[in-house]
T-cell receptor
Framework: AQRVTQPEKLLSVFKGAPVELKCNYSYSGSPELFWYVQYSRQRLQLLLRHISRESIKGFTADLNKGETSFHLKKPFAQEEDSAMYYCALVRAGGQNFVFGPGTRLSVLP | DTGVSQDPRHKITKRGQNVTFRCDPISEHNRLYWYRQTLGQGPEFLTY????????KSRLLSDRFSAERPKGSFSTLEIQRTEQGDSAMYLCASSSIAGINYNEQFFGPGTRLTVL
């Protein structure tokens, strides 16, 4: 069965510091990986997906199949990045999305 | 179209009662998903529809839960004989099966259910 783990419930960094939110997954096939974000009082929304290989709001994530990881990184955190971040996986061709438990990022001034 | 909408936003009910939630997806989206989210957890997949067909159901969806999407537009999620363990946020999302936003889920605001 597919599983997504996010080891940190809370991550606090200072503004301007680099940030890395960890995501590991277990799935033997070819997954599609996503990062979703939920800002305070807003809906859950897509931040980025591995197949697009884009940088969104300065965030990037690389799929490492060897380590089964999809860590989210940003070189210089901003206060407006404070939010709840969820890593999610879906098997290729499927629609049963599996979300991790989430990491709350707090960027301190 | 202002996005995915859900109704009601909050529901308080007594144990044993039936409840029904409604989700209106983005109009051109073929797929519609239901999730449950409890405190400290990410969304848990319950079921999804492609047009009016319910194509996948999670084992979390016990026989007390039923979802419909009769005309391929809005969807309802009914919980019969509610239990206190059903207390959660119920999220709906929709997505398109084609285009640049393929598989990007757009979420609604959720319905928070409290079972007393």
């Amino acid at each position: 069965a597919q599983r997504v783990t996010q080891p940190e419930k809370l991550l606090s960094v200072f503004k301007g510091a680099p940030v890395e939110l960890k995501c590991n997954y277990s799935y033997s096939g070819s997954p599609e990986l996503f990062w979703y974000v939920q800002y305070s009082r807003q809906r859950l929304q897509l931040l980025l997906r591995h197949i697009s290989r884009e940088s969104i709001k300065g965030f990037t994530a690389d799929l490492n199949k060897g380590e089964t990881s999809f860590h989210l990184k940003k070189p210089f955190a901003q206060e407006e990045d404070s939010a709840m971040y969820y890593c999610a996986l879906v098997r290729a061709g499927g629609q049963n999305f599996v979300f991790g438990p989430g990491t709350r990022l707090s960027v301190l001034p | 179209d202002t996005g995915v909408s859900q109704d009601p936003r909050h529901k308080i009910t007594k144990r044993g009662q039936n409840v029904t939630f409604r989700c209106d997806p983005i109009s051109e989206h073929n797929r519609l998903y239901w999730y449950r989210q409890t405190l400290g957890q990410g969304p848990e997949f319950l079921t999804y529809f492609q047009n009016e067909a319910q194509l996948e159901k999670s084992r979390l969806l016990s026989d007390r839960f039923s979802a419909e999407r009769p005309k391929g537009s809005f969807s309802t999620l009914e919980i019969q004989r509610t239990e206190q363990g059903d207390s959660a946020m119920y999220l709906c999302a929709s997505s398109s099966i084609a285009g640049i936003n393929y598989n990007e889920q757009f979420f609604g605001p959720g319905t928070r259910l409290t079972v007393l």
